[in-house]
């Protein structure tokens, strides 16, 4: 790893059984491995209850720790846990993982977030203030490490004129802490991005008002991450759950989820993904960080998404650097946005990307992370026009980097979508479909070299649909938008699967992978047939690519790209007379896979089993100690970096 920081902490999976998806007597394969190497740790698993169940008391015995929704957790050792799954009572056993923030520590300089998501001019200007009606009443569920409700930024002085704390309702979950302050620092950032309404930095003092999309909103502080912003998958769960049992109440309809963790399991069975898509189908749109290890070397970057956002459901986000500009036409890519498909199922991932780098937002004083990394404090100089000591630090306002903060900002974005008249009573897979439809589409080819100024390195990154996704958030794009531009509201935006359709036969990519790209048929009988990328849709069997396929170094997404009027969209999608996604179609006219020929690795794509490959996932591959994380970021340590 280079030196760019990262403040991640242990990541967490949920997933509470949701009936046929889990299949009965299944086990995690790390549960198989560690059964199979004679491992006789105890570790603590998840087990899911098959339907009907209610109880696994009598299998686990004494080794049930305590109650989940549809399961339990139990600790054990892996050759027990998969003698528990022989019982009819358990549909699948997983390893209970912790799960971490993703985000870093950067180096202050003024993001312009909230201009960078707007297009015309008016707008751009108008963003650089809050605005209080944002977001008005919706009810925003940040599962963090908490939020500290002193700031003048969360009081809503300078918003809708309440004068009470934007955050409604706190709990904590975490079970060696009841407190609901925000102890390592990152859920108060965060909750600035989505709400801080920069009472803190107002008026001509100030160069910038410091503050979020959605002053307007209600927010819900869910605390699962410890001061030192680990967690694990059962008190991820036990959070989802409640905000879902308690969305009516609170009209919750955003969840936040700025962590993430390794991908050990199919999302058809792991524990946090089910719970995920429990909550989007329960009418919440559930926001999620891609993860940040777009450094990875092995794949460059590909293959890194994190759970939960390897979900096909869910709304999954990668991070963008505003160049510390308010327009966008400077704005690039980071190099440490993970990038999809997401490892074993190929979904295809992130969704689209914001805002992420360098991020001014709430400080936490005293926090975990404010302790360890005060050269992320924003120096006076920053905030104040006139100053006699710009090395001073200011007491409201710290910098962080990530794909949680881009998260952040969508959540922000969603909540002032569904804040509007005409939006009010969209589904969640109406909102994707249209922040993805309306993103901001890059030019074909587009590319860009980044050197990390402090070693030197340099990151080559296409923008294609693994890094980028379907695009640039814009608002402004998204809330001028009709009906035309999103899908009916008994469908789903479940995001496709890429598949591998056979191998080059000759030529200079002899050998190389075709990569085919279509609906997750083996989902139908959870889903139903309604999926927008079913079979009689958008991305048919054949028809995706066309002729040609993908072939190696070829670009399928060039001038003549695969989506024109001619091809796959044909006037009897779903989408309409006008074409699914409009002129340049969901994915736009970038590359498809880039230049590198990681799709020949047999390693990620063989006959074997992807989540049996240890070649991929093993103990020191992408999620052990030393590769993507690097030593001293498990624990959330700084590599004293400059993210970019």
């Excluded at 990262?6 to 967490?12: A, I």
Aim: with cysteine.
């Amino acid at each position: 790893m280079s030196r760019f920081t990262r403040l991640l902490s242990k990541y967490f999976l949920l997933c509470s059984a949701v009936g046929s998806v889990a299949i009965a007597g299944s086990v995690a394969p790390d549960l198989e491995t560690m059964a199979r190497n004679h491992d006789n740790r105890s570790v603590s698993v998840i087990v899911q209850y098959t339907n009907g169940s209610t109880s696994v008391a009598s299998a686990c015995g004494n080794s049930k720790v305590s109650d989940l929704p549809g399961g339990a957790v139990c600790k054990m050792t892996a050759a027990s846990a998969k003698a528990l799954a022989q019982s009819t009572t358990v549909a699948h056993v997983s390893v209970n993982h912790t799960i971490q923030t993703t985000a870093t520590a950067a180096l202050p300089v003024y993001d312009y977030l909230p201009e960078s998501l707007r297009t015309t001019l008016p707008s751009i200007a108008a963003a650089g203030i809050a605005d209080p009606n944002a977001g008005s009443n919706i009810g925003v569920a940040v599962i963090d490490s908490g939020i500290n409700t002193t700031s003048q930024d969360l009081i809503n002085q300078n918003g809708n004129g309440r004068g009470s704390s934007t955050v409604w309702f706190a709990k904590s979950f975490v079970p060696t802490d009841s407190s609901v302050t925000d102890l390592y620092g990152h859920g108060t950032h965060v909750a600035g991005i989505i709400a801080g309404d920069g009472s803190n930095s107002s008026g001509f003092a100030y160069q910038n008002q410091v503050h979020g999309i959605a002053p307007g909103v209600n927010l819900i502080s869910l605390k699962v991450l410890d001061v030192n912003g680990q967690s694990t998958d059962d008190t991820v769960i036990r959070a989802i759950d409640w905000a879902i049992q308690n969305q009516q109440q609170y009209n919750i309809k955003v969840i936040n989820m700025s962590i993430g963790r390794g991908v050990y399991e199919s999302y058809k069975v792991d524990p946090l993904c089910q719970e995920v898509e429990k909550a989007w189908l329960a009418g919440i749109t559930v926001v999620v960080a891609a993860g940040n290890g777009g450094r990875y070397a092995k794949t460059n970057g590909y293959f890194t998404i994190d759970a939960p956002g390897n979900d096909p459901l869910v709304l999954t986000v990668g991070a963008m650097n505003t160049r510390s500009t308010p327009q966008r036409s400077d704005d690039e890519m980071t190099s440490y946005s993970s990038k999809g498909p997401t490892y074993g199922d190929h979904v295809v991932k992130p969704d689209l990307v914001a805002p992420g780098n360098k991020i001014f937002s709430i400080r936490s004083p005293g926090s975990t992370l404010d302790t360890a990394f005060p050269n992320d404090i924003v120096p006076l100089g920053s905030l104040l026009r006139y100053t006699n000591n710009p090395n001073g630090l200011s007491p409201n306002y710290f910098i962080l980097s990530g794909t949680s903060m881009a998260a952040a900002s969508v959540s922000g974005a969603v909540a002032t979508l569904l804040g509007t008249p005409g939006n009010k009573n969209l589904t969640p897979d109406q909102v994707k479909a249209r922040l993805m439809k309306t993103a901001d589409k890059f030019p074909p080819n587009t590319r860009a070299i980044i050197t990390d100024p402090s070693t030197g390195q340099t990151f080559h990154i296409v923008y294609d649909i693994f890094t980028v996704g379907a695009g640039y958030l814009d608002l402004d794009a998204a809330l001028v938008s009709n009906n035309n531009d999103t899908i009916g509201n008994d469908l789903l935006a479940a995001s496709p699967v890429a598949v591998v359709a056979g191998t080059v036969p000759s030529g200079q990519f002899k050998g190389n992978l075709i990569l085919h790209v279509q609906n997750d048929k083996s989902m139908s009988t959870v889903w139903g047939d309604s999926t927008v990328w079913g079979d009689s849709t958008v991305w048919g069997d054949s028809t995706v690519w066309g002729d040609s396929a993908w072939q190696g170094d070829s670009t399928v997404w060039g001038d003549s790209t695969v989506w024109g009027d001619s091809t796959v969209w044909g006037d009897s999608t779903v989408w309409g007379d006008s074409t699914v996604w409009g002129d340049s179609t969901v994915w736009g006219d970038s590359t498809v896979w880039g230049d590198s020929t990681v799709w020949g690795d047999s390693t990620v794509w063989g006959d074997s089993g992807p989540f049996s490959d240890s070649t991929v996932w093993g103990d020191s591959t992408v999620w052990g100690d030393s590769t993507v994380w690097g030593d001293a970021t498990v624990s959330g340590a700084e590599l004293d970096g400059d993210p970019n």
